[in-house]
């Protein structure tokens, strides 16, 4: 069925000398594929689909990291490159190689990067010990054209002096491996000072060369967060590979960019201090060789937040004496169990659909990362779960917690825990945590609806999960009710929110402190963070409550401006001044057609727009769980839809954005859902398979682009985009902070999600599905468009939505009968508002 496909990539890759992947990534996932599809059998390796370097181009920069991980695993190896590389790994052939690194963030943006402490590079020192080239310019190297590597639990890439340099992991440790030229005699330098934001605020190493052994660990700057806080790191690396290799030379090193250039043979201690002159860091580390020209060496890696004691015993519990081939196979299994809670027909399903479903579900696991036991600072020694980068849970509310809700209820509860405990610690829950440090807020406190999300649907289970609602309860609250004295990094600037029902503009605010812009973005998300607590109040059945933070969710409403006009249509959301006069902003500043390309839109202090990483255009949709109401403000429903196809057509709309992400199925509640598919097949094969072609032929692309580490339209936010691609190829969207889901169309016939603590299955089934219908514009006369759901055999209320407590939590049979007669209504009820009485009891 996929032969085309492998007779295509086989194309695309002659003449093709800069694509960084090896060509044989995408080959293989299509003969997996293909495999797969003709034996039909039960037995199916999910790995085998998954490409870990969509998201790595360079051109619309996924910031994913491919490195080898376990689910959630603490470490990511990977090799760090230069340039603009915030997860290490970037397949630009134009930057050079630092290292392989342990430490690693997946899909963060950050300008600076995030982590890549103690990079190991591999030399070649002709000239003997001091010839080597150990500071961080001098031993950058280019790495071979298509020689990178990876599929889950494993990485690897070449050197252009034909080193290769592979990883597997546990959660906590790794090995590298490392084959030199025959004949060569390897050297390798650690490195102490140089992670990728070079914040090293000083640290020691120690090289024991009886037990070779080097323990290595320091201080480090945050990458998303205030520059005055430091996090601790630690490392472990055996040398010996239980003794079948042998040291040779060692010693330490230090250098800068201009001259200095020191080692000092047999040498075994380094302590150095922040250098507090300012400047770059000063460069520092180990040196080492091997004795015999062995072609190959292994390094035996432990990584630890608390000391290199702990560092060097995971090392030990973690991965002992075991193989690089059993580490890298537990590994694999792990992502098996992991990706196999959702299968699909492969047999009928398009070989793209696969590739882009598995890969989004891939990553999806991979953040954020399981510190447990981990822990520093404010959370040391504590009893709780602990799971650090966060970042951002503006990010992540609105898809990565609803797809977890179906599957994973067990890790979901580990992470809610780690967000109430971040309450019982600090006083707030964290926003926007990474580094083990706090990060800068964003809406709010987003925290707030990932919490709710849980609790609306386990709360039966909650205590058997771990979760004490009333705990939970109560940090909700906190962040509804308490203002931090500083809101940058986590909590609301609540006071004067509660004051003048919105957030003004250029307010006297006497008690707290933080950056007084993004007003009309942070009245909006406030306001939806009311309703998450108003959400988890129903379910706890706190009824005062419940209609106290029903109101406070209406305060959306405050901002917004009847009276300002863009492309001819009325109202627009806006800031405001306490006095009750707005702020004019235009709609279009900060869109994608904004003019002044010089213009702030995100935390910058001269942001004036009113709005964070957005324009009012796309802001003005933004009322989750009141859109009827947002519909009335707009004019009613002709109006609202053809304001809505305005917005698509005319560029307002950013697939990459997280507040767009609920905008294409908007139309579902103008009781049109027919226009949510065709929009939502736009958005996919237009933003997700970076081709801009009608059909979802091939995410690797041609001779001509980089499609196949792009497939992404930005920064994948933690797996924010890997969630939402992932929806809409399951044809569902969910409504944050409740147990709905919108039914769109899926691009599957079949699939079934399986709950293993809840010990459901749910298969949806997609009657009269055709593989046609995966194109934009869908062909006339095929099948697409929902005639009728099915929920274990009976009519379901709505075409539009399914409830989780109907659905995917009692198990059974889903049939959604496609059509292809367009112009379908919801046949019944039209997705819930609040203010039209939805969402009126807990489940």
């Not at 000083?202 to 080097?214: A, C, E, F, S, Y």
């Not at 509804?480 to 605010?509: H, I």
């Not at 109401?629 to 609202?640: D, P, R, V």
């Amino acid at each position: 069925m996929v032969d085309w496909l492998l007779a295509s990539v086989a194309a695309a890759c002659i003449g093709t000398t800069y694509a960084q992947p090896s060509p044989e990534v995408q080959v293989r996932i299509g003969a997996a594929i293909t495999a797969a599809q003709a034996s039909n059998s039960t037995d199916i390796d999910y790995t085998a689909f998954v490409n870990p370097f969509i998201g790595t181009d360079y051109t619309n920069y996924g910031d994913v990291c491919p490195g080898a991980s376990v689910p959630f695993g603490m470490v990511k190896f990977t090799t760090d490159f230069t340039g603009y590389a915030p997860a290490g790994y970037i397949s630009d052939p134009s930057q050079k190689a630092r290292g392989m690194s342990p430490l690693h963030d997946s899909g963060t943006g950050s300008s600076l990067g995030t982590y890549g402490n103690f990079e190991v590079m591999p030399l070649l020192c002709p000239g003997g010990f001091d010839t080597c080239t150990t500071t961080l310019s001098a031993r950058e190297r280019y790495r071979k054209n298509d020689s990178d590597d990876a599929s889950p639990g494993y990485f690897s890439t070449t050197l252009d002096n034909d080193i290769k340099m592979e990883a597997t992991s546990t959660r906590r440790a790794g090995l590298e491996r490392f084959t030199f030229p025959a004949g060569s005699k390897p050297y390798f330098v650690l490195d102490l000072a140089n992670d990728l934001p070079a914040s090293f605020a000083g640290g020691t190493l120690d090289i024991d060369p009886k037990n070779g052994r080097i323990t290595i660990g320091g201080h480090y700057g945050s990458s998303f967060g205030p520059g005055v806080y430091h996090y601790q790191a630690f490392a472990c690396y055996d040398l010996l590979n239980s003794g079948t290799q042998k040291l040779s030379e060692y010693g330490v090193w230090t250098g800068d960019t201009y001259g200095l250039d020191a080692k000092g043979l047999g040498q075994t201690h380094l302590n150095l201090s922040q250098n507090i002159i300012g400047g770059t860091p000063y460069q520092s580390g180990a040196l080492f060789s091997y004795e015999g020209n062995p072609e190959q060496v292994i390094l035996r890696v432990g990584v630890s937040f608390v000391s290199t004691d702990q560092a060097c015993a995971n090392a030990e519990e973690e991965i002992g004496t075991s193989s690089f081939e059993k580490i890298q196979t537990a590994s694999k299994a792990l992502w098996q169990e992991k990706l196999s809670k959702i299968e699909i027909d492969i047999v009928n399903t398009p070989p793209n659909v696969t590739e882009m479903l598995y890969s989004s579900l891939y990553r999806a696991s991979l953040t954020p990362n399981n510190a447990t036991l981990e822990t520093q600072g404010a959370f040391a020694n504590t009893t709780s779960f602990y799971f650090d980068s966060l970042y951002c849970s503006w990010d992540t509310f609105r898809t990565f917690y609803p797809l977890m809700t179906l599957h994973s209820p067990v890790e979901f509860a580990q992470i809610v825990d780690t967000y109430i405990d971040g309450w019982r610690k600090l006083g707030w829950m964290p926003e926007c945590r990474a580094n083990n440090l706090p990060g800068w807020t964003q809406g709010g406190s987003s925290g707030d609806n990932i919490v709710a999300q849980f609790a609306v649907n386990y709360h039966n289970e909650a205590k058997a999960l771990g979760i004490d609602l009333d705990e939970l309860y109560a940090a909700v609250v906190t962040d509804g009710q308490v203002n931090p004295p500083e809101w940058n990094t986590m909590g609301r600037q609540v006071n004067v929110y509660k004051q003048f029902s919105y957030v003004p503009f250029a307010v006297l605010d006497t008690g707290s402190t933080g950056r007084q812009t993004r007003e009309g973005s942070r009245t909006l998300e406030y306001a939806f963070e009311d309703f998450g607590i108003r959400q988890v109040a129903l379910a706890l059945n706190k009824t005062d409550d419940v209609e106290y933070y029903t109101n406070r969710s209406y305060w959306y409403r405050n901002v917004w401006d009847p009276t300002v006009d863009s492309d001819g249509y009325e109202g627009f959301m806006q800031k405001r001044f306490s006095n009750g006069t707005f702020y004019y902003t235009d709609p279009v500043d900060c869109s994608p057609l904004d003019t002044r390309s010089s213009r702030e839109c995100s935390l910058q202090e001269d942001n004036l727009s009113g709005f964070y990483e957005s324009s009012s255009w796309e802001y003005s949709w933004y009322a989750p769980h009141d859109t009827e109401h947002l519909i009335e403000l707009m004019g009613g429903n002709t109006t609202f839809m053809n304001r809505l196809d305005h917005f698509f057509d005319k560029g307002y709309y950013q697939a990459g954005n997280e507040p767009s992400f609920q905008t294409p199925i908007g139309y579902h509640y103008a009781n049109q859902p027919w226009r949510s598919v065709d929009r939502v097949r736009d958005v996919v094969i237009n933003n997700f398979n970076s081709g801009k072609v009608e059909k979802l032929w091939l995410i690797w692309g041609d001779a001509d682009s980089d499609t196949g580490t792009a497939g992404l339209p930005g920064n994948d936010d933690q797996a924010a985009m890997a969630t939402l691609l992932a929806f809409h190829l399951l044809g569902l969207y969910p409504v944050p902070s409740t147990t709905h889901y919108l039914i769109i169309s899926p691009f599957t016939p079949k699939y079934t999600i399986h709950n293993s603590y809840l010990n459901t299955s749910t298969t949806v089934t997609v009657t009269n599905y055709s593989a046609a219908s995966v194109a934009y514009p869908i062909p006339d006369g095929v099948p697409a468009y929902v005639e009728s759901v099915k929920i274990n055999g009976v009519q379901a209320k709505s075409r539009c939505y399914i409830d989780f407590y109907d659905t995917f939590r009692v198990g059974g049979e889903i049939e959604i009968v496609v059509t292809k007669d367009k112009k379908y209504d919801c046949g019944g009820r039209v997705p819930e508002s609040l203010s039209t009485g939805g969402f009126a009891y807990a489940r």
